[in-house]
């Protein structure tokens, strides 16, 4: 897997460069450590869902669980770089289309800043 995906991300082209960053930094921080060692045709919709359970379970510098929204972008890249495999005719199906993972939260009114009472329109 470790060597797709770095194939997989030097093959992005007209990407914004803040996605490139993001792409990136998911392949070196997350996918290869987890799944760097998998052969491509080896890798299984457990191994993926195994690697979200132990990323769902880490903790970051300041104690936090790595947020559902962060999770889902793990997973869209990873996604991305095993449908380009599809196409490729590298592997048949994709191990990580049928994962699912926890709803991301989505802000309420009062926890948008700058909606504390007293703050909107006089």
Do not use: K
Request: proline share 9%; with cysteine.
């Amino acid at each position: 897997m470790a060597r797709w995906l770095c194939c997989w991300l030097g093959m992005q082209q007209g990407l914004r460069p803040n996605t490139r960053r993001c792409y990136a930094d998911h392949v070196r921080l997350h996918l290869i450590p987890h799944l760097g060692p998998i052969e491509l045709s080896q890798l299984t919709s457990r191994d993926v869902a195994r690697m979200f359970t132990a990323l769902a379970e880490r903790r970051n510098r300041y104690g936090e669980s790595i947020a559902a929204s962060t999770l889902h972008r793990i997973r869209a890249t990873l996604r991305a770089a095993l449908n380009a495999a599809v196409r490729e005719g590298l592997i048949a199906s994709n191990p990580a289309r049928l994962i699912r993972l926890p709803s991301p939260r989505r802000p309420t009114a009062g926890s948008r800043p700058g909606s504390a009472p007293g703050n909107g329109p006089p």
